[in-house]
């Protein structure tokens, strides 16, 4: 159950500041209505700037974005950073790129930084939560990786992966304590953030 706000008891909007798909279902998990916006921002690193705080700042700039343009709303905001021996890695965007990343990464361990902000419109208060999995890749010959990524095409994902599809086969080991967070959506910290914010998910 979503909290009303003050306007007679209407009930608070949901909206979901992305466009991911893979956020999207993961969202739909908990049986809430809620809408998806897509922010458009700029979604660049700062220079200098360490992941966790490009995850954390980017979370909580697409939910302000979206929170700017509907007032009152519940809005959430979730930026993922994927990063190995320092270095962030991106969504590859093409084949060429996804085959770079997954030779680099193969035989290592690559954390992922997923963050998490919660922005309420009725008080223009945020919660934010930076989410971690630690994911070990599988020590696989190239032609194994090139056959992956012709099958699945993960090029708009961080990490050149779909874990939540056959890109599980090319991992080793996941550590996090969100199954959630690597698919792109920590549920367990945003179950939290929206019971902080009155939602009730068995009422």
């Known amino acids: 159950m979503i909290p009303s706000s003050a306007a007679a008891g209407t009930p608070l909007r949901l909206i979901l500041a992305s466009s991911s798909a893979y956020r999207r279902?993961?969202?739909s998990r908990l049986g809430l209505p809620?809408?998806?916006?897509a922010p458009d921002i700029d979604e660049s690193p700062l220079n200098g700037e360490a992941p966790e705080a490009?995850?954390?700042r980017l979370a909580r700039e697409k939910a302000a974005a979206i929170a700017r343009r509907h007032p009152g709303a519940l809005v959430i905001g979730s930026d993922q950073v994927a990063t190995l021996d320092g270095?962030?890695?991106g969504k590859p965007g093409d084949h060429a790129r996804a085959l770079a990343q997954l030779q680099k990464m193969r035989g290592r361990r690559?954390?992922?930084h997923t963050a998490l902000c919660l922005w309420d419109g009725r008080d223009g208060s945020a919660q934010v939560e930076n989410v971690q999995a630690f994911v070990s890749f599988r020590d696989l010959p190239d032609h194994e990786l090139d056959a992956y990524l012709r099958i699945?095409?993960?090029y708009?994902?961080?990490g050149s992966a779909k874990n939540e599809g056959l890109g599980i086969a090319i991992l080793e080991r996941i550590d996090s304590t969100?199954?959630?967070a690597l698919t792109g959506l920590p549920l367990i910290a945003l179950t939290g953030m929206l019971r902080r914010a009155g939602v009730r998910f068995f009422e």
């Open 178 to 180: 969100d199954p959630t």
């Open 34 to 37: 809620f809408e998806a916006i």
């Open 54 to 56: 490009t995850a954390l």
């Open 152 to 154: 699945e095409q993960p």
């Open 156 to 158: 708009d994902c961080a």
């Open 110 to 112: 690559v954390t992922f």
């Open 87 to 89: 270095e962030q890695i």
């Open 25 to 27: 279902e993961l969202l």
